[in-house]
């Protein structure tokens, strides 16, 4: 039976014996870590299910750490501190099971293959640090560590649903434990920069948590989100799909950022259930009018890209070329585009100057590019594509410039050059700011050590939504 949903903070710094004093500008999390803790030995919970953000994350897929040893170490912080756990492998397996009839991918990864992804399975600082203040209070139940997916927030919110049935099955006392990490930008001194709508976000996500009102974590803007740089709202999702159905009672222990990172200690527990709190329809169809919306609005640009990709995918061919194209769009140019989900990058590739003999064809091979070439992610299938946005960037003939003063990440994008290596980095891209870290980038793309002096070029663009 699921007792509660506690949401937990992970920064290492609240850990006296990697704080070593610092975890004293913390007083207030430190405190409700310790009631938390304490609230959740006195419920005697036979299972901890522990959802985090720093375990294996996959873009395609909601992943179960199944090692042979459940342990982990803060020796990276500093302190050679460790802990071991039980892992609950038939709680596990039953939710592998049930998960079968969900969109999104569910698995287990063993030793072996975390071996092949050459990944880590050692518990993750998410889970770390709320376990060392459990471990504190007596707490010694078996855990199952929940690694959360980079997928469309109604399947997180499926998950959630899903793994409320099954805790509903388990004949023992369960507690889920979301680590999460508010905005990383709440400070100038913050470790992601500063960014003012960061503490905006922060305001709006403990209100609606403290109301009980799911809807509106399942809508904060997209935008909102990527300003404020954080790593909780998808574990936060996912616990409340555990609590659909119900009336969610919550307790704020505490909130604050003393360290330019926000931190949340809360719980939220199952009330009576209720017929208008079951959601995940209302939510799927939020997300779908929300596309549509975008849709109608599309520039030219994007709409010739979508139908592309979309015309490709469907049918294996490519668009004739269009029937009319707008004056504005007839001279050829350089074109990037690219393709998010979920506010999430998808892919983007772009070429810096003309290749094609149209614009209208330069588009279409980069839109096909960035969907199905970009090394970085896995190329897009048919079944995503009611869930994508896009936007194109025309640029603008690059100048040479003679040093970074002549930048600025909010006008111009940046070309930089090495001999036969070159590398480039859009404008007005989200948590780029900075003309130093924009440069470094560009660098790190084009495979230049960040000490090696460059041939620096500058160019605008014209975004199309």
């Known amino acids: 039976m699921l007792q509660m949903v506690a949401i937990c903070p992970h920064p290492p710094i609240i850990i006296p014996e990697v704080g070593k004093g610092e975890e ?37 897929a909601i992943t179960i750490s199944r090692p042979k040893k459940v342990k982990g170490s803060l020796q990276k912080f500093g302190t050679s501190l460790s802990l071991e756990r039980t892992f609950g492998g038939e709680f596990s397996t039953s939710l592998v099971k049930r998960a079968r009839g969900l969109k999104a991918m569910v698995a287990e990864i063993t030793d072996s293959d975390a071996h092949g992804y050459g990944i880590n399975l050692e518990l993750d600082h998410g889970i770390l640090i709320p376990l060392y203040y459990f471990d504190k209070a007596g707490i010694n139940a078996p855990i199952v560590p929940v690694n959360m997916g980079m997928l469309p927030f109604h399947e997180l919110y499926e998950f959630g649903i899903c793994l409320k049935e099954v805790i509903n099955s388990f004949p023992g006392k369960v507690v889920v434990v979301v680590s999460a990490d508010l905005s990383h930008r709440l400070t100038h001194n913050a470790p992601a920069g500063f960014e003012p ?24 803007d997209n935008q909102l989100v990527n300003k404020a740089g954080e790593c909780g709202l998808r ?14 009672m919550s307790k704020k222990y505490s909130y604050e950022g003393p360290f330019g990172v926000g931190y949340l200690v809360a719980t939220l527990t199952p009330g009576p259930e209720l017929e208008t709190r079951f959601l995940l329809k209302e ?7 929300n596309i549509d919306r975008i849709r109608e609005n599309e520039s030219w640009p994007v709409k010739w890209a979508r139908e592309n990709l979309e015309s490709y995918l469907s049918t294996g061919r490519k668009h004739s070329k269009p029937e009319t194209v707008p004056q504005e769009f007839s001279s050829p140019k350089g074109v990037f585009v690219s393709i998010k989900k979920q506010g999430q990058l998808r892919g983007c590739i772009g070429t810096i100057s003309a290749t094609k003999e149209t614009l209208a064809e330069e588009i279409q091979s980069n839109s096909l590019k960035a969907a199905l070439e970009d090394p970085r992610f896995e190329p897009i299938k048919e079944d995503e594509l009611d869930q994508l946005t896009y936007s194109v960037d025309i640029l603008e003939k690059p100048e040479k410039i003679a040093s970074m003063k002549e930048l600025d990440p909010e006008i111009y994008g940046v070309i930089v050059k090495k001999g036969s290596r070159q590398g480039l980095l859009l404008p007005m891209l989200e948590g780029i700011d900075i003309v130093e870290e924009q440069v470094a ?13 460059v041939e620096l070029e500058r160019f605008r663009v014209v975004r199309y939504y």
Do not use: C, W, Y
């Open 197 to 220: 709508l960061g503490k905006v976000f922060d305001e709006i996500l403990v209100q609606a948590l403290e109301e009980g009102d799911v809807m509106r974590v399942l809508t904060i």
């Open 235 to 248: 574990p936060v999702i996912m616990g409340l799909g555990v609590l659909d159905g119900h009336e969610i």
């Open 283 to 289: 939510i799927i169809k939020n997300e779908k009018d």
């Open 441 to 453: 980038i560009a660098k790190q793309k084009a495979g230049i050590r960040p000490h090696e002096d």
């Open 24 to 60: 004293r500008k913390a007083e207030s999390t430190v405190k409700g870590m310790m009631e938390i803790a304490l609230d959740i030995k006195e419920l005697e919970p036979d299972l901890l299910v522990f959802i985090t953000p720093h375990g294996p994350v996959f873009q395609d």
